[in-house]
């Protein structure tokens, strides 16, 4: 339905098919009690008795109002969050269930900005260019650098699948953090994940691919705890810097969907993990290849018999 601003006629009407239990605009069958309320069918079905008058409610139905509301075009529930959509009947109930603008509320993530709104992630891309960053937007392929500093941050915006996401890297007591944050309901978060490559600029076979699932937006001290983030332990990369930027890190930053039918694969045994602990990429076996990469079970290919015989494959 095309988005159009609604005349004050048209609300005034439909304030009239608001339910006068609820709130919200009927559904049917719209049902009346003995005295003549109309009342939607979710509230008929819930309610012994009208809330208005405590009067039993009738098998009556109001069909002249039912009829109206099939011919009406409503705004979103979530109007006031920010969504824009205008909806015919049959429309609003799928809509609904999957707004974006569920009263979801987004802060800009650049240290010291106080940037924040509710329902509207559009918003936050508007923000976040107006800004003038000297790195423009990420997408789902990026070239990256990182300068090796003894503390660092870096935050960027990432537009990938008609979707939104806060990229964050960190280098923090030797380690490089790496963490992808989805814009939106918190339980779709797992439904992308995000992979960091770091290959040799002369060897192209000596590199660590690892990846991770998106998170949802939790604070920075919950999002780069080791368990959470990726993490890499910095000497472990150092033989991979690159000699065309002092102390920097060239790397490539993709964002993926979760296939619906990919098959997790995380029953490799890995023999250096002790204890239950996470095993870091210093924990690998290099001594017979040049190639290690790190796993958390989401690629889309298996390990090799090479790679499970020189345990350089790592379940995360």
Request: charge should be positive; charged fraction near 25%.
């Amino acid at each position: 339905m095309p988005l159009r601003n609604m005349g004050q006629e048209e609300l005034d009407l439909l304030e009239q098919l608001e339910c006068p239990i609820c709130t919200d605009y009927f559904t049917i069958p719209i049902k009346q009690c003995t005295s003549g309320h109309s009342i939607c069918g979710k509230c008929t079905e819930r309610l012994g008795q009208c809330s208005i008058c405590q009067a039993p409610f009738t098998e009556i139905r109001n069909f002249s109002v039912e009829a109206l509301s099939l011919k009406m075009i409503y705004p979103c529930i979530n109007k006031n969050a920010g969504c824009t959509a205008l909806l015919s009947y049959t429309e609003r109930e799928q809509h609904e269930l999957q707004c974006c603008s569920q009263g979801l509320q987004t802060s800009c993530q650049m240290k010291g900005c106080s940037f924040t709104v509710t329902g509207d992630p559009a918003a936050v891309k508007s923000h976040w260019q107006a800004k003038k960053n000297s790195c423009k937007i990420y997408g789902p392929f990026n070239k990256c650098t990182l300068k090796i500093k003894s503390e660092s941050y870096f935050v960027n915006l990432v537009e990938a699948f008609n979707q939104l996401f806060w990229y964050k890297s960190r280098i923090s007591n030797n380690f490089i953090n790496f963490a992808m944050q989805y814009i939106g309901k918190p339980e779709d978060a797992h439904k992308f994940f995000y992979q960091i490559e770091i290959r040799h600029e002369a060897f192209d076979k000596k590199k660590i691919v690892i990846s991770d699932y998106c998170k949802s937006m939790i604070p920075d001290e919950e999002l780069f705890k080791e368990d959470i983030c990726i993490s890499i332990y910095l000497p472990s990369v150092k033989q991979l810097l690159s000699s065309d930027v002092m102390n920097g890190l060239n790397y490539i930053l993709r964002v993926k969907k979760v296939s619906s039918d990919l098959k997790r694969k995380r029953n490799y045994h890995n023999p250096r993990s002790t204890n239950g602990r996470r095993p870091h990429i210093r924990d690998l076996n290099r001594e017979s290849t040049n190639e290690f990469v790190a796993w958390n079970g989401m690629e889309e290919r298996l390990f090799t018999e090479e790679e499970q015989r020189n345990e350089c494959c790592v379940i995360l």
